[in-house]
């Protein structure tokens, strides 16, 4: 590695000179030191990128010089070099956080090998993962051109998933563009493969069709009721996407064995009106206003249009014969996540507990309309960070590690995801049409018919008719809806913002996750 500095402290340094030479051959620049006070001395002076130890030196030791050395620079990665095999002295050693402990005699290999291993390790994984990545691209490819199933497409998903997640600190931007772009390709021919099935699907009309926002309680849920004497925690976190799933995954694995890693479909629109009141209801939303108009707001009228997913949850139990003791709690920031766990105790007296948690939802709605959001997740690497830094830090993981305690099982799920809008699509309305980028209904929409999935009756997927000429439009892939009027500062205000209520694998194909408590 060129220009990489490295001191050497050894009191016996002139019998190293072959090391030295074979370094320096390499590339590296050595200097050297003859006893522990010196190397501090030198580390203190002037900068090293690492540091090779001897453990006996003559005045202070190795393992005193690595204290003094870690006191002012606890990054600087420091390689202990023994004699000894004492494990008094590994333990003393390795307790001050060495980046490696070698045994003499050394050869120059297991030296250059050590350095790869502290200084170049990102470098090297980067390398790898890119090469593994070159790789998959093509099987990924292939799968995309072959007839996939509603859980082939799932499998997909997760592939570009974890390859996201693995190459979103690689310092190749080639590779993570080529990323993208198939991603892109993905969502594409995704959203052909929807437009394809999704009447069959909520119709009732094939066998095989994936488990949907309606159906995911019963396929997903009541099943955990079963054979089982603690309570169970359904914990519905409003617009998570699979991607930020695997993000709180490794903190929530300290706590909880995965059981179940798995994806559903939610409904169109992939939104909180739409796919949250059908999860509690059991019910696609033309079949809650007609069965429970009561619990119905449609989007034209005034108040909260999830107002009564409580009520909901209640009839759905008793449509499927469970009489059971159960809660429902709806947390909309700090103050009520707090109060929540406060009451914890309170829940361990029912068979079901349902949470509703809408940080995340709120969190990207707040990317659009304020600046210093938008700066601090300006990416989709920069989104999931900041929601894992949320979690981290948040009541919900509070609750979590309560539960984990208790013994009990948890359901962590959401009602939709979003996607990163990129493209704008023109449409024209009239004042009635909704104002959701995503997805539009009206009567007198005007629209290119190729550019969006059209659905003229609104009956046959189950959603409600406002009047008898109502369409509903729903933006594909990364495309967003934006008026011909004051068109350029439309396009730029929301374009790069993340939205939801069309058909994308990150809208529509969302995680339902079954955890053991350890």
Not at 22 to 42: C, D, H, P, R
Not at 304 to 331: A, C, D, H, M, P
């Amino acid at each position: 590695m060129a220009n990489t500095r490295i001191l050497w402290a050894d009191d016996e340094i002139e019998l190293l000179r072959p090391h030295i030479m074979f370094l320096e051959q390499k590339g590296y620049e050595v200097e050297t030191a003859i006893n522990g006070s010196e190397a501090v001395e030198m580390v203190r002076d002037g900068h090293f990128d690492i540091v090779f130890l001897d453990e006996q030196m003559p005045g202070i030791s190795g393992v005193e010089a690595l204290e003094m050395i870690k006191a002012d620079f606890p990054n600087l990665p420091v390689v202990m070099i023994t004699k000894s095999e004492e494990e008094r002295i590994m333990e003393d050693a390795i307790g001050s956080n060495i980046a490696d402990y070698l045994i003499k005699p050394v050869n120059p290999n297991q030296i250059l090998l050590s350095l790869k291993r502290n200084l170049e390790n990102k470098k090297l994984v980067d390398e790898k993962s890119t090469s593994k990545y070159q790789q998959e691209f093509r099987k990924i490819g292939m799968d995309l051109n072959n007839n996939l199933n509603y859980d082939e497409w799932a499998g997909v998903y997760k592939n570009i998933t974890r390859w996201e997640l693995e190459l979103q600190k690689s310092t190749d931007e080639g590779i993570k563009e080529v990323l993208f772009m198939q991603k892109n390709e993905a969502n594409t021919q995704f959203s052909r493969y929807v437009e394809k099935n999704y009447r069959d699907w909520v119709a009732g009309k094939t066998v095989n069709k994936p488990t949907m926002s309606h159906t995911v309680m019963r396929d997903k849920v009541f099943n955990c009721l079963e054979n089982n004497d603690k309570p169970l925690f359904f914990i519905l976190i409003d617009n998570l996407r699979y991607d930020q799933w695997k993000a709180i995954q490794p903190l929530i694995e300290n706590y909880f064995r995965v059981d179940d890693d798995d994806i559903y479909y939610s409904i169109l629109p992939t939104t909180t009106q739409y796919a949250r009141n059908a999860i509690f209801a059991g019910l696609m939303p033309l079949e809650i206003r007609r069965h429970y108009p009561k619990y119905w707001v449609d989007e034209e009228d005034e108040g909260t249009k999830n107002q009564f997913e409580g009520e909901l949850l209640g009839e759905q139990l008793r449509r499927y014969g469970k009489n059971i003791k159960y809660s429902y709690n709806k947390v909309l920031n700090l103050a009520a996540g707090k109060k929540l766990y406060e009451q914890m105790n309170n829940l361990m007296q029912n068979k079901l507990n349902v949470i509703v948690y809408n940080f995340v939802d709120m969190l990207s709605h707040a990317r659009t309309e304020m600046e210093i959001i938008r700066e601090l997740a300006d990416d989709e690497v920069a989104y999931r960070s900041l929601m894992l830094s949320w979690f981290e830090h948040s009541s919900l993981f509070d609750i979590m590690k309560f539960i984990a305690n208790k013994g009990c099982d948890v359901v962590v799920t959401t009602d939709h995801g979003s996607v990163w809008a990129k493209n704008p699509v023109k449409i024209l309305g009239d004042k009635a049409v909704n104002t959701n980028l995503r997805y539009k209904y009206g009567k007198s929409l005007n629209y290119n018919p190729k550019e969006v999935f059209e659905v003229k009756d609104p009956e046959k997927i189950f959603l409600p008719r406002v009047n008898v000429s109502t369409t509903y439009v729903f933006a594909r892939a990364n495309d967003f809806f934006a008026y011909p009027n004051n068109y350029n500062y439309y396009v730029n205000y929301y374009r790069n913002t993340f939205q939801h209520g069309g058909i994308s694998m990150n809208e529509m194909m969302i995680p339902v996750i079954h955890l053991k408590a350890k």
